[in-house]
């Protein structure tokens, strides 16, 4: 298999209310300047190229590290609008949960990097020369919050609490009208 490859993205407006992030992962079919280990080029995400992939496989980590803990969440669900893939993960519980809440909220993590396996590419050319367009991507094991983006205009869309914690809360509030009219 070949190496996993990383994209990062740039954060904007982000007011932390629960720990579901929902992130514009990578931008679809806009070529962007990109550097690995093979050099510098220009690449581009097919509509499509993530459909076969199953979000809940995807960590959610801090700086690509592979830290056991450093893996501070977990893929719920991802779909394209058109323009990006959009992703929903999970932040765990716990002090580094609630550490990269923080950052996110205070807008000192400003990047979301995707890493990811090429599956199929192509070979293309427009107006600004040669371009690699990724038609299917093999895997992606994970989205990372960094500090530094690469590319501009991927962001945390929202945070959000799960439907299940807002579940929990009209509970609760139920619970507290009822008792309060109790006689």
Do not use: C
């Not at 070949?2 to 931008?27: I, Q, S």
């Not at 893939?85 to 400003?110: P, Q, S, T, Y």
């Not at 590319?151 to 309060?180: I, T």
């Amino acid at each position: 298999m070949n190496a996993m490859l990383t994209r990062a993205y740039e954060l904007h407006d982000v007011a932390v209310k629960g720990r579901t992030l929902t992130l514009a992962v990578v931008p679809i079919d806009t070529p962007a300047w990109v550097e690995d280990s093979t050099g510098r080029y220009r690449e581009s995400f097919d509509h499509g190229a993530f459909n076969h992939l199953d979000p809940t496989r995807v960590q959610l980590r801090y700086q690509h590290s592979t830290d056991l803990l450093d893996r501070v969440g977990a893929g719920q669900s991802m779909r394209e609008d058109g323009r990006y893939l959009l992703g929903e993960a999970r932040v765990f519980n716990g002090a580094r949960g609630d550490h990269l809440l923080d950052l996110v909220n205070d807008g000192e993590l400003r990047g979301v990097s995707v890493g990811f396996y090429p599956g199929i590419d192509r070979q293309d050319r427009d107006a600004d020369g040669p371009l690699v367009r990724r038609s299917k991507v093999k895997q992606m094991p994970e989205w990372s919050l960094v500090d530094e983006p690469a590319y501009k205009g991927a962001e945390v869309l929202a945070v959000r609490e799960s439907q299940q914690a807002e579940e929990r809360e009209k509970l609760s509030r139920w619970l507290a009208d009822m008792r309060k009219h109790a006689v």
